[in-house]
């Protein structure tokens, strides 16, 4: 969490908000949000100042302003990072990491990241206006009008891995995290640890397009906010929490069929399932010997 609908939420609002604006003073109230820029909290600051920011992208769940000169702010929002554009004499939030003063936008304003966990952070780019360089090995999401999904649905059906392992390989298709990893898969009716060798074509296709309307519903809801560690960049919360149908909701009656939904650990975290709509995969059975290993069929 925050996971692709609500980077999203956050990537328009500062389009809205800050195009134009020059960055004319920065304060680093704590080192651990900077730590992957190499030029230190005091270098950080300075490599800002003066820079006008033209742009607001987004790859995955990352999130970069592009500068008139080529080079970007990059932010990344961990667990709890919040991007808030605030008056100049709004309160201090409690756990203010970073405060960027704008000016020449619409009004004088700040651009505050947020962090209450720190696990999200910010850094600055060369060069990185059309994509930075530290991401380019992220995957495309299925929102984006270039998403290969030919390709993906080839590279998921070569994979022995459970497809909701797939799903969150940030290498293979980017975005996508649990919750709505679960939502898509409950939708397509297909159990997370199915093996992706074990999918046809068609089920790929449709899971990946399950994904894309899961994601474009929760847009149009402002996101998932299940406390108030998401919010956009004016402080409100997303209201997709209230259409899950999975997600969260053990032991509730499935929507479609009214088994409840069970849950299980997954990395760490938590899947949900219903167990009649979505039935575990068979187990493989162990290959003889010096059999040779059986090829799936191409759709």
Request: hydrophobic share 35%; net charge positive.
């Amino acid at each position: 969490m925050p996971e692709l609908p609500e980077v999203e939420v956050v990537r328009a609002g500062l389009e809205r908000h800050v195009l134009g604006a020059t960055i004319t003073r920065v304060e680093v109230l704590h080192p651990r949000p900077v730590r992957r820029d190499p030029r230190g909290p005091e270098g950080f600051a300075q490599a800002l100042v003066g820079r006008r920011i033209v742009g607001a992208r987004r790859r995955g769940k990352y999130l970069w302003l592009p500068f008139a000169d080529g080079d970007a702010l990059m932010a990344h929002l961990g667990m709890s990072g919040q991007l808030l554009v605030q008056p100049s004499d709004a309160p201090a939030e409690r756990h203010l990491r970073v405060r960027l003063v704008l000016e020449g936008a619409d009004e004088d304003k700040e651009l505050r990241f947020v962090d209450q966990r720190m696990f999200g952070g910010l850094s600055v780019s060369a060069g990185g206006a059309d994509l930075p360089p530290e991401i380019a090995h992220i995957a495309r999401d299925p929102l984006d009008p270039a998403f290969d999904e030919d390709d993906v649905v080839r590279r998921v059906r070569r994979r022995s891995s459970g497809v909701k392992r797939l799903l969150l390989d940030q290498n293979l298709v980017s975005g996508v995290g649990n919750i709505y990893a679960d939502e898509a898969l409950w939708r397509a009716r297909i159990h997370g640890e199915r093996p992706g060798d074990r999918l046809s074509a068609a089920q790929v296709r449709a899971l990946l397009g399950h994904a894309r309307d899961v994601m474009r519903d929760a847009l149009a809801e402002g996101g998932t906010s299940f406390d108030a560690l998401y919010v956009n960049v004016n402080g409100e919360s997303g209201y997709f929490d209230r259409s899950l149908h999975a997600y969260g909701r053990e032991e509730e009656p499935c929507d479609r069929c009214g088994t409840p939904i069970r849950r299980v650990p997954f990395m760490n975290r938590s899947s949900y399932f219903c167990p009649a709509c979505q039935p575990p995969p068979r187990r493989r059975r162990a290959r003889p010997v010096g059999a040779p290993p059986v090829v799936p069929v191409p759709e």
